[in-house]
């Protein structure tokens, strides 16, 4: 059942700052005033561009592919200009409602993506080499972010099982790790003080996880190739974790042996934890998982075990 946001409905400033804690409070402000600070994010008050791609100059490539049809979600897609106009991506910033305006300049082609650790044969391949030998198909999944804010995004990509054949991993890998790119000349977010001993932003799933049908690699959104903000030319998309799982601009999978650190985990280690699963039983904290919001409708709704996903992955965690 839908819950509409009670008048006034507020989570508390203090509960919501996110994931960076309060080590950089003056540019929180700042950008929180986009996001659920306050309680509202008010429809079309996102992005600064007329195109429907948030910051798309010149437009993106189509990048048609089948949808399946197996994914329902419990609400409508997300409009293109809020999912494209409203991200979190601190390589760029952390203002929330100006990443698509600072990765405009960015440069995800060409990108060539390393394979290594424990697989038959380490090598790399350019994006475009990877995409052809694969089967593209769309799939609309939830995005829920530990902050407590959900998009509704028709993502086209591949299973990361079709990467994981391709790799062909030996026995000894349980883990898989991935990693993004470091280039603080294009990424403001990285020449600042903040995170800069973290970067580049890295990940990673069990190999029961990445194996599992959901977990999705991504190279296009709304009919298009992905732009910049969500994570362009390839990211993770795992929908029953928190959005901090989903690593963006991926250059490198590494197969490996034990539990890699994760960027979260690794900077605030009492919030973010490896597995990450969404769970409105455990609050973060500092502040309940219990709800959730809307990004483009306001909406308040209960949060659901794994995102809704359960059918999908709660054998996993027994
Ligand atoms: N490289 C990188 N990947 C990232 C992040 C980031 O800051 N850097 N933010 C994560 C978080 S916290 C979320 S909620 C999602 C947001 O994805 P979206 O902007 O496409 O909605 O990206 C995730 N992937
Ligand atoms: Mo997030």
Redesign the pocket.
């Known amino acids: 059942m839908l819950v509409k946001i009670p008048k006034g409905w507020e989570i508390p400033e203090r509960e919501v700052t996110p994931?960076h804690v309060y080590l950089n409070r003056r540019k929180f402000l700042a950008s929180a005033s986009a996001g659920l600070v306050g309680g509202l994010i008010r429809p079309g008050t996102l992005g600064g561009s007329p195109a429907a791609t948030a910051g798309a100059k010149r437009g993106l490539a189509p990048l048609v592919a089948p949808r399946n049809p197996e994914y329902k979600t419990d609400r409508p897609i997300t409009r293109e200009r809020i999912?494209t106009g409203?991200?979190?991506?601190?390589?760029f910033t952390e203002a929330k409602d100006q990443?698509w305006k600072v990765a405009q300049d960015f440069e995800p082609r060409p990108w060539q993506i390393e394979f290594k650790g424990h697989i038959e044969k380490p090598f790399k391949i350019e994006i475009d080499d990877l995409i052809k030998q694969m089967t593209l198909e769309e799939r609309v999944y939830r995005?829920r972010?530990?902050?407590r804010w959900v998009?509704i995004?028709p993502w086209i990509g591949f299973p990361v099982k079709k990467l994981i054949e391709l790799a062909k991993p030996t026995s000894r890998a349980r883990f898989l790790r991935m990693v993004?790119f470091f280039r603080p000349a294009q990424a403001p977010g990285q020449r600042e003080g903040t995170w800069s001993t973290y970067w580049p932003?890295h990940e990673g799933l069990t190999m029961e996880e990445a194996y599992n049908e959901l977990a999705f690699m991504v190279v296009g959104a709304y009919g298009k190739i992905l732009p910049n903000?969500?994570?362009s030319p390839l990211?993770l998309h795992t929908p029953w974790k928190?959005?901090?799982k989903?690593?963006?601009?991926i250059t490198r999978f590494e197969f490996v042996e034990k539990r890699p650190a994760t960027f979260w985990n690794t900077a605030v280690p009492n919030e973010y934890d490896f597995e990450a699963n969404v769970n409105p039983g455990k609050p973060h904290p500092r502040w309940s998982q219990a709800q959730e919001q809307l990004v483009e409708t306001g909406e308040v709704v209960p949060t659901r075990l794994y995102n809704g996903y359960e059918k999908y992955v709660a054998h996993l965690y027994k």
């Open positions: 994931e999912a409203y991200n979190n991506y601190y390589e990443v995005l972010c530990v902050e998009v995004i993004s932003y903000q969500n994570g990211r928190y959005g901090f989903s690593i963006k601009a």
